[in-house]
């Protein structure tokens, strides 16, 4: 199996930065797609950002330019840059992997999650 294991989250201000990493262990080859979702209390999990082993990326359209996602294949570890943090972006972050290019929620793995806290 893959384990994925999260950590960045935190508590900060609103206007704050914050870097989350994700990295993936267990039986890890083949990985291709990685990512990052986000769900709030009482809300639906949505996508953040996600990127392939080529380095395609794909982002929630309202997060494109503040949110970046990066990847070291060699350490099969996912990273997200969170910039001007509101309050809006509190939530549990996931991480996300999967064997194939593209997001299959049912089939990949994921992470515990990792709580993000924004405070104005």
């Known amino acids: 199996q893959v384990h994925l294991a999260e950590s960045g989250g935190g508590l900060v201000q609103a206007g704050e930065s914050l870097r989350l990493s994700c990295a993936a262990s267990g039986r890890v080859f083949g990985i291709d797609v990685m990512g990052w979702y986000r769900q709030a209390p009482g809300k639906q999990r949505e996508l953040v950002a996600t990127?392939?082993?080529?380095?395609?990326?794909n982002y929630k359209d309202s997060l494109k330019g503040r949110f970046t996602i990066s990847r070291d294949n060699a350490k099969y570890t996912v990273y997200l840059q969170m910039s001007s943090l509101t309050p809006e972006d509190t939530a549990v972050y996931y991480c996300?992997?999967?064997?194939?290019?593209?997001?299959?929620?049912?089939?990949?793995?994921w992470g515990q999650g990792t709580q993000v806290t924004v405070s104005s």
């Open positions: 996300y992997a999967d064997r194939s290019s593209e997001v299959r929620p049912g089939l990949g793995y």
């Open positions: 990127i392939t082993s080529a380095g395609s990326t």
